[in-house]
Structures are given as structure tokens and as C-alpha cells.
């Protein structure tokens, strides 16, 4: 990934959680939170299995427009963390607040952003029904990531199973 970005300054909270601020004070929270309940089939490669959650902590209600610095910020974290090439992070958007198509569209934007997209991080997208409504998931993974099969074949089995 290109490292002249121009990304916000994170804080290391834990070991799977960073903080960040914008411009206009809003403070967002990435973390990275264990998926391997989903994957208990998968025992080989469950404990690897992370979603990925980015939530807007403090809103200063000052913010215009698109903010690409949040963008870079994601993709470089997100990026990090993959460059283990042991771990695979699942995306899902939140449906219940009717926005979530429109998250997900900017999220898969996000992942082009970059050249190559993500470093060297491969974005699988799918959609399923979740009782009644669209659940809008990507899978991220690094390219050179040994399990990389693996990851791929568990994440759209678990999906097709909803």
C-alpha cells in the first residue's frame, strides 16, 4: 500500500482495536472482533476468522461531504492487520438503519482507492437473505495468504447456509 496516504494518526487501544480522530472531531473506533463462532466447522481455520467494525464514536456534527483521509485510514489498518497472512476479516453492514447499501457501496469503494486496490488484499462480495432482509458481506484477504482457499470456500459455505 502506498504509504504517502493521507491518513489520520491512529491510537492503539488494544491489541484488535484503534481510534482515530477527523478533521472535524469525530472519533471513530476500527476493531477487529473474533468470528470463529461462525466458522466452528472450520476448526482448522476458524480462530482466523475476524469482522471488522468501524464505528463513529463521537459525532461533531461539523463534517461536509466525503472524507477520503477516513477512507485511507480504514484501508491502512485493514491492511495491517491482513499482512500477517494468517487472518481473513469479514465485513458485514449493518441493515438496520435502511443505509446499509449505501455503506456498502462506499466500503467496495474504498478497496479501489488504492493501486493495486488494498496492497495486496483480495475483496470477495456477497449478499444473502438474513431473515427477511439483505445482508451485504465482503471477505478480505491477503493474496499471498496460504489459506487463502481455505478462507474463501468457508466464508461462502457458512453464507450459503443462511
Known amino acids: 500500500m502506498d504509504s504517502n496516504l493521507p491518513g489520520y ?16 472531531n469525530d472519533i471513530y473506533e476500527c476493531a477487529f472482533v473474533s468470528f470463529a463462532n461462525y466458522f466452528s ?4 481455520i476458524a480462530a482466523n476468522f475476524y469482522s471488522f467494525n468501524l464505528v463513529l464514536v463521537s459525532d461533531s456534527i461539523k463534517h461536509k461531504g466525503t472524507d477520503q483521509r477516513i477512507a485511507h485510514t480504514v484501508i491502512r489498518i485493514v491492511s495491517s492487520f491482513l499482512s500477517s497472512m494468517v487472518n481473513a476479516v469479514v465485513y458485514v ?3 438496520t438503519d435502511g443505509r446499509d447499501a449505501a455503506r456498502f457501496k462506499k466500503f467496495r469503494n474504498w478497496y479501489s482507492y488504492t493501486s493495486p486496490p ?10 444473502v437473505d ?7 458481506t465482503a471477505l478480505l484477504i491477503h493474496e499471498d495468504n496460504p489459506r487463502k482457499d481455505e478462507f474463501v ?4 459455505q457458512v453464507l450459503d447456509k443462511e
Open 41 to 44: 466447522a472450520y476448526p482448522n
Open 9 to 24: 494518526k491512529t491510537l492503539l487501544i488494544d491489541e484488535l482495536t484503534y481510534r482515530f480522530t477527523t478533521d472535524s
Open 118 to 127: 488494498f496492497g495486496k488484499i483480495i475483496q470477495v462480495t456477497r449478499e
Open 130 to 136: 438474513g431473515g427477511g432482509m439483505t445482508l451485504r
Open 93 to 95: 453492514c449493518d441493515p
Open 153 to 156: 470456500q468457508a466464508y461462502f
